[in-house]
């Protein structure tokens, strides 16, 4: 079956843009998490998102914002962006809480 | 608070010899364990997890983890290494953090497979 897909791929951005990026889990999964990877500060926890209701929440600012639709897919947004969001999103999707997560590829955000 | 610790930045090792990488963890209750590999430009690839019930855990691609409560670790393992083993590998704990549960991840290991 199809895994955790992640659009783009890659994306470049200026400093004060906004962003938009898009997951859709493995059909049937209904928890679907995202975190960012960074080389200094490795691999955070952004929220999770589970039957369309924010169920998780990281340490980041109120720029960055999530949702979930009713058939599972998740956006996550990134307002006003600054050099530092540059990263690879990461989106996980699972059946039930604590259950193994499956990961897509990622985003690779960079902003300029 | 919730942590995982991965003790070693880069594993080396011989192929054909045994692997092992650490992960020690720090949690309130009964820990949720996991594994993943990362391979360059790449998302991370589920080996296995503990969850409850026997101590060793058998994963994917021969993979192995050994939970250890009284030393609160969970070592990944391999018997036999191969060259396509190199990668970055992450520990990750479910735990409650922040008012939240979340899964949280150690800083990675990069194994180096020599031939």
């Known amino acids: 079956k199809a895994g955790v897909t992640q659009t783009p791929r890659y994306l470049i951005k200026t400093r004060g843009q906004q962003v938009t990026l898009s997951c859709s889990p493995i059909s049937g999964h209904r928890s679907v998490s995202w975190y960012q990877q960074t080389p200094g500060q490795g691999l955070q926890f952004l929220f999770e998102y589970f039957s369309e209701t924010q169920r998780n929440k990281g340490n980041f600012p109120g720029r960055f914002s999530g949702r979930q639709f009713s058939n599972s897919r998740s956006e996550m947004n990134v307002s006003t962006l600054e050099l530092g969001d540059s990263a690879l999103y990461l989106c996980?999707?699972?059946?039930?809480?604590?259950?193994?997560?499956?990961f897509g590829s990622g985003t690779r955000l960079t902003v300029v | 608070a919730q942590s995982v610790a991965q003790p070693e930045d880069q594993v080396n090792v011989a192929e054909g010899n045994p692997l092992t990488v650490k992960c020690t963890y720090s949690v309130s209750g009964n820990p949720y364990l996991f594994w993943y590999v990362q391979y360059p430009n790449r998302g991370l690839q589920f080996l296995l997890k503990?969850?409850?019930?026997?101590?060793l855990v058998k994963g994917s691609y021969g993979f192995e983890a050994e939970f250890n409560k009284s030393q609160t670790s969970f070592h990944l393992k391999k018997p036999s290494a191969l060259v396509s083993d190199s990668a970055l590998y992450f520990c990750a704990v479910r735990g409650f953090s922040g008012g939240y549960n979340k899964l949280i991840f150690g800083a990675g290991t990069r194994l180096a497979v020599h031939p």
């Open positions: 996980a999707s699972s059946l039930r809480v604590n259950y193994g997560y499956t």
């Open positions: 503990y969850i409850t019930g026997d101590n």
